[in-house]
């Protein structure tokens, strides 16, 4: 049978489509970030190709638009993905039942509302920006809140859902912070509000994921596989991430080597002690280790980026360690996990497939892209084919597995 061959199940009727997207935290919130997926870089391409070439009357967000990119693609597009993942896996890890519509549909409602209402404020309508992140911010007080009661009742409380949790923690800190600066605080809570959600919510959950499941799932194919989750890595990368965040949120560049250069170290042993060259087959384990080579890569340069500015005064490579990670690691790893639990969880078979497989390849391209728009020549050109390219690599990807989430499972089961 063919990786990519198409579901022979039939999507539901309008009728059924409430029940049926409802049926699993995972179909809902996958659903509506992949819309997300689409819709916020849609947005920054039309943007950046206005300021880039000019688009007569296009409407400007009353936020600095870099600001308003950053914000609603960390706040908005990746936690969609998170909750999803989160509310599936949290009472699995912990031996405890599964959640209910009515925990994760009212996180769903208020994640993706918020966001839709924030992306369309960007049209020049600041009310509804402010609007869009109270409505997100109450979806992840409630997420929060469910994720700790799990954790709570649990008798195992195991180390990666406390790292989960006090990150999302983090995320809704982040989202106070900057609806103190939609609302006339200063221009430091927004900066403050950005830094937390690349190093304070995302790179902490997507790091804590990758910690528990890719020797997960490496131990299940491969065989004699030596299993390698340390204790130590995920307080010292906190402790370290933290530091980071301080130190950019605070300008404080000339001492940010004290912090990159240990976390370049520990991201590159963990990428060789998870043996990649075990893990090339199937491809959607192989995936999960690529996507992982990025994080040392991007810290890499960002400890290089350090130390030439310690030592020289200049700022190299400007935000391409902060792309190498965003699109690189969180993009990539984002493909790959989610591709293996749409799979998984609609009784298909544990592949990539084609469509996976060119979207993968292709934002690999896009990273690249990114990177060179940092490099110099002309920037902005640079920037406007990188959105397109994203664009372009998850469109199929997109349409796929939303067909995935509008139809049945295709072994008959539940969820």
């Not at 049926?23 to 849609?42: E, T, W």
């Not at 109450?138 to 195991?158: D, E, K, M, P, Q």
């Not at 528990?212 to 130590?232: A, E, G, I, Q, T």
Request: hydrophobic share 60%; with cysteine.
């Amino acid at each position: 049978m063919a990786e990519s061959r198409t579901s022979s199940v039939k999507p539901a009727t309008f009728a059924e489509l409430p029940a049926l997207l409802s049926s699993a935290p995972h179909r809902l919130l996958f659903l509506a970030g992949a819309v997300a997926v689409l819709l916020s870089m849609a947005w920054w391409a039309v943007e950046l190709t206005w300021m880039r070439f000019g688009l007569g009357g296009w409407p400007q967000p009353s936020i600095p638009p870099g600001w308003a990119h950053a914000m609603v693609i960390q706040y908005g597009l990746f936690p969609l993905f998170m909750f999803g993942f989160l509310l599936t896996v949290f009472p699995r890890w912990m031996n405890l039942p599964a959640l209910s519509r009515r925990h994760y549909v009212p996180v769903a409602a208020s994640v993706f509302g918020g966001y839709v209402l924030a992306n369309v404020g960007l049209l020049g309508m600041p009310w509804l920006v402010k609007a869009g992140f109270i409505v997100m911010l109450v979806g992840y007080l409630i997420g929060t809140t469910i994720l700790g009661r799990v954790l709570r009742a649990a008798s195992n409380r195991i180390d990666h859902a406390k790292s989960c949790l006090l990150a999302l923690g983090f995320g809704c800190v982040g989202l106070v912070a900057f609806l103190v600066y939609l609302f006339g605080g200063p221009e430091t809570c927004a900066l403050l509000a950005i830094h937390i959600g690349t190093f304070g919510l995302l790179l902490p959950i997507f790091f804590t994921v990758t910690h528990r499941m890719l020797p997960f799932f490496s131990s299940n194919v491969v065989k004699d596989y030596h299993v390698v989750r340390p204790r130590w890595s995920l307080p010292v990368v906190w402790v370290l991430l933290l530091a980071h965040l301080l130190m950019e949120w605070r300008g404080l560049l000339a001492w940010r080597w004290l912090v990159d250069v240990p976390l370049a170290l520990v991201f590159a042993w963990h990428a060789v002690a998870w043996q990649p060259w075990k893990a090339m087959r199937p491809g959607i384990l192989a995936v999960l280790h690529l996507a992982f080579a990025w994080l040392p890569i991007a810290f890499v340069l960002y400890a290089v980026q350090d130390v030439i500015y310690a030592t020289r005064g200049e700022l190299l490579f400007m935000r391409a360690p902060l792309h190498a990670l965003a699109i690189g690691y969180f993009g990539s790893m984002l493909v790959a996990m989610v591709t293996r639990v749409t799979m998984g969880h609609s009784g298909r078979p544990l592949q990539m497939g084609k469509i996976a497989w060119l979207c993968f390849a292709l934002l690999q391209v896009v990273a690249l892209l990114r990177i060179r728009a940092e490099l110099g020549g002309d920037v902005y050109l640079w920037l406007v084919i990188a959105a397109y390219g994203w664009l372009v690599a998850f469109l199929p990807w997109v349409l796929r597995s939303a067909w995935i989430y509008l139809t049945p499972r295709r072994d008959g089961k539940p969820g």
